[in-house]
Protein backbone atom coordinates (compact mmCIF):
# COMPACT_ATOMS: atom_id res chain seq x y z
CA UNK A 1 0.00 0.00 0.00
CA UNK A 2 2.83 2.37 1.17
CA UNK A 3 5.08 1.32 -1.88
CA UNK A 4 2.44 3.08 -4.84
CA UNK A 5 3.26 6.66 -3.38
CA UNK A 6 6.69 5.61 -2.23
CA UNK A 7 5.97 6.85 1.36
CA UNK A 8 7.10 5.61 5.05
CA UNK A 9 4.11 6.66 6.64
CA UNK A 10 2.30 3.60 5.52
CA UNK A 11 4.49 0.77 6.85
CA UNK A 12 4.05 2.40 10.76
CA UNK A 13 0.87 0.53 10.31
CA UNK A 14 1.57 -2.12 8.87
CA UNK A 15 4.27 -2.76 11.10
CA UNK A 16 1.69 -3.07 13.91
CA UNK A 17 -0.54 -4.92 12.61
CA UNK A 18 2.79 -7.39 11.73
CA UNK A 19 3.77 -7.13 15.17
CA UNK A 20 0.16 -8.19 17.05
CA UNK A 21 -0.13 -10.91 14.51
CA UNK A 22 3.85 -12.25 15.26
CA UNK A 23 3.43 -11.26 18.57
CA UNK A 24 0.09 -14.51 18.66
CA UNK A 25 2.43 -17.08 18.01
CA UNK A 26 4.08 -16.53 22.02
CA UNK A 27 0.55 -17.15 23.46
CA UNK A 28 -0.39 -20.43 24.16
CA UNK A 29 -4.19 -20.25 24.76
CA UNK A 30 -5.76 -17.83 22.37
CA UNK A 31 -8.96 -16.20 23.98
CA UNK A 32 -11.73 -15.79 21.30
CA UNK A 33 -11.13 -11.96 20.60
CA UNK A 34 -7.28 -13.32 19.85
CA UNK A 35 -8.22 -15.72 17.90
CA UNK A 36 -9.51 -14.10 15.42
CA UNK A 37 -6.43 -11.77 14.97
CA UNK A 38 -4.79 -15.19 13.24
CA UNK A 39 -6.22 -14.08 10.23
CA UNK A 40 -3.97 -11.42 9.77
CA UNK A 41 -1.41 -13.40 7.89
CA UNK A 42 -1.75 -10.92 5.07
CA UNK A 43 -0.36 -8.27 6.83
CA UNK A 44 2.57 -9.81 6.44
CA UNK A 45 2.48 -9.56 2.35
CA UNK A 46 1.42 -12.32 0.13
CA UNK A 47 3.12 -16.00 0.55
CA UNK A 48 2.83 -19.45 -1.05
CA UNK A 49 1.91 -22.59 0.64
CA UNK A 50 4.26 -25.06 -0.01
CA UNK A 51 3.87 -28.38 0.61
CA UNK A 52 6.96 -31.43 -0.36
CA UNK A 53 6.12 -34.28 -1.77
CA UNK A 54 6.56 -36.36 1.86
CA UNK A 55 3.58 -38.11 3.16
CA UNK A 56 1.39 -36.35 4.88
CA UNK A 57 1.23 -38.11 8.16
CA UNK A 58 5.09 -38.27 8.30
CA UNK A 59 5.15 -34.14 7.65
CA UNK A 60 2.54 -33.81 10.54
CA UNK A 61 4.62 -35.60 12.81
CA UNK A 62 7.57 -33.98 11.90
CA UNK A 63 5.89 -30.18 12.14
CA UNK A 64 4.21 -31.05 15.38
CA UNK A 65 7.44 -32.36 16.87
CA UNK A 66 9.43 -29.37 15.49
CA UNK A 67 7.43 -26.32 15.60
CA UNK A 68 5.64 -25.03 18.84
CA UNK A 69 1.77 -25.28 18.41
CA UNK A 70 1.95 -21.37 19.47
CA UNK A 71 3.32 -20.72 16.32
CA UNK A 72 1.41 -23.68 14.28
CA UNK A 73 -1.77 -21.62 15.62
CA UNK A 74 -0.58 -18.77 13.34
CA UNK A 75 -0.12 -21.06 10.26
CA UNK A 76 3.66 -20.60 10.57
CA UNK A 77 5.68 -23.61 9.23
CA UNK A 78 9.35 -24.36 10.61
CA UNK A 79 11.51 -23.20 7.63
CA UNK A 80 12.05 -20.11 6.39
CA UNK A 81 11.45 -20.61 2.47
CA UNK A 82 7.68 -21.71 3.63
CA UNK A 83 6.77 -18.66 5.05
CA UNK A 84 8.67 -16.03 3.00
CA UNK A 85 8.60 -17.30 -0.44
CA UNK A 86 6.91 -14.88 -2.77
CA UNK A 87 7.44 -11.94 -0.79
CA UNK A 88 11.63 -12.92 -0.38
CA UNK A 89 11.46 -13.49 -4.23
CA UNK A 90 9.89 -10.23 -4.78
CA UNK A 91 12.48 -8.21 -2.58
CA UNK A 92 15.17 -10.36 -4.51
CA UNK A 93 13.64 -9.26 -7.88
CA UNK A 94 13.84 -5.71 -7.40
CA UNK A 95 16.97 -5.96 -6.26
CA UNK A 96 18.31 -7.44 -9.23
CA UNK A 97 16.38 -5.66 -11.53
CA UNK A 98 17.48 -1.86 -9.71
CA UNK A 99 21.26 -3.42 -9.95
CA UNK A 100 20.94 -4.07 -13.78
CA UNK A 101 18.85 -0.78 -13.75
CA UNK A 102 22.13 0.69 -12.02
CA UNK A 103 24.86 -0.81 -14.55
CA UNK A 104 22.83 0.54 -17.16
CA UNK A 105 22.92 4.18 -15.87
CA UNK A 106 26.78 3.53 -15.67
CA UNK A 107 27.05 2.80 -19.28
CA UNK A 108 24.27 5.59 -20.78
CA UNK A 109 25.35 8.71 -18.81
CA UNK A 110 23.19 10.87 -20.94
CA UNK A 111 19.73 9.00 -20.14
CA UNK A 112 18.83 10.70 -17.25
CA UNK A 113 15.16 9.44 -17.34
CA UNK A 114 16.84 5.81 -16.92
CA UNK A 115 18.86 7.54 -14.31
CA UNK A 116 15.46 8.94 -12.18
CA UNK A 117 13.72 4.86 -12.49
CA UNK A 118 16.45 3.66 -11.11
CA UNK A 119 17.27 6.11 -8.12
CA UNK A 120 13.30 5.59 -7.64
CA UNK A 121 13.68 2.18 -7.93
CA UNK A 122 16.57 2.05 -5.32
CA UNK A 123 15.62 4.77 -2.98
CA UNK A 124 11.68 4.14 -2.61
CA UNK A 125 10.63 0.64 -3.55
CA UNK A 126 13.65 -1.28 -1.96
CA UNK A 127 13.53 0.54 0.75
CA UNK A 128 9.70 0.30 1.25
CA UNK A 129 9.49 -3.54 0.59
CA UNK A 130 12.73 -4.50 2.90
CA UNK A 131 10.92 -1.83 5.51
CA UNK A 132 7.86 -4.02 4.97
CA UNK A 133 8.93 -7.55 5.50
CA UNK A 134 11.74 -6.56 8.38
CA UNK A 135 9.57 -7.96 11.14
CA UNK A 136 8.17 -10.87 9.06
CA UNK A 137 12.31 -11.94 7.90
CA UNK A 138 13.11 -12.09 10.97
CA UNK A 139 10.34 -14.11 12.87
CA UNK A 140 10.53 -16.74 10.24
CA UNK A 141 14.35 -16.28 10.18
CA UNK A 142 14.25 -17.20 14.32
CA UNK A 143 11.52 -20.11 13.76
CA UNK A 144 13.93 -21.18 10.79
CA UNK A 145 17.24 -21.68 12.61
CA UNK A 146 15.17 -23.16 16.06
CA UNK A 147 12.57 -25.57 14.70
CA UNK A 148 13.67 -26.72 10.97
CA UNK A 149 14.39 -29.99 10.77
CA UNK A 150 17.86 -30.79 8.52
CA UNK A 151 16.09 -33.47 7.04
CA UNK A 152 13.67 -31.24 5.11
CA UNK A 153 14.47 -30.58 1.70
CA UNK A 154 14.22 -27.29 1.42
CA UNK A 155 16.59 -26.83 4.36
CA UNK A 156 19.92 -25.62 3.12
CA UNK A 157 18.01 -23.51 0.63
CA UNK A 158 15.78 -22.05 3.45
CA UNK A 159 19.14 -21.45 5.55
CA UNK A 160 20.44 -19.52 2.28
CA UNK A 161 17.39 -17.67 2.12
CA UNK A 162 17.29 -17.04 5.89
CA UNK A 163 20.94 -15.51 5.97
CA UNK A 164 20.30 -13.26 3.00
CA UNK A 165 16.56 -12.13 4.47
CA UNK A 166 18.91 -10.80 7.61
CA UNK A 167 21.94 -9.94 5.47
CA UNK A 168 19.53 -7.74 2.99
CA UNK A 169 18.89 -4.98 5.85
CA UNK A 170 22.35 -4.58 6.60
CA UNK A 171 23.34 -4.39 3.35
CA UNK A 172 20.31 -1.49 2.77
CA UNK A 173 21.60 0.85 5.30
CA UNK A 174 25.01 0.63 3.93
CA UNK A 175 23.40 1.44 0.69
CA UNK A 176 21.66 4.32 2.24
CA UNK A 177 24.53 6.10 3.88
CA UNK A 178 26.56 6.12 0.96
CA UNK A 179 23.78 7.42 -0.88
CA UNK A 180 22.95 11.40 -1.34
CA UNK A 181 19.12 12.24 0.45
CA UNK A 182 17.89 13.72 -2.92
CA UNK A 183 15.02 11.78 -3.76
CA UNK A 184 14.08 9.76 -0.20
CA UNK A 185 10.34 9.98 0.13
Do not use: W
Amino acid sequence: MSALPAKIVGLELFGVLQLTFLSLGSIDHLNPLQASLTKLSSSNGLNLKIDDKEPTNTRRLQSSARTSSRVQTIGYASNFLRNCNLMFMLVGLVMVISFVLYLLTCCLKSCTCLYGLTRRLLKELLLTLILFNCFNFAYCAGLHFSYADPNDSLYVLGTVAAICAILIPLMMIGVLQCTEEIGFG
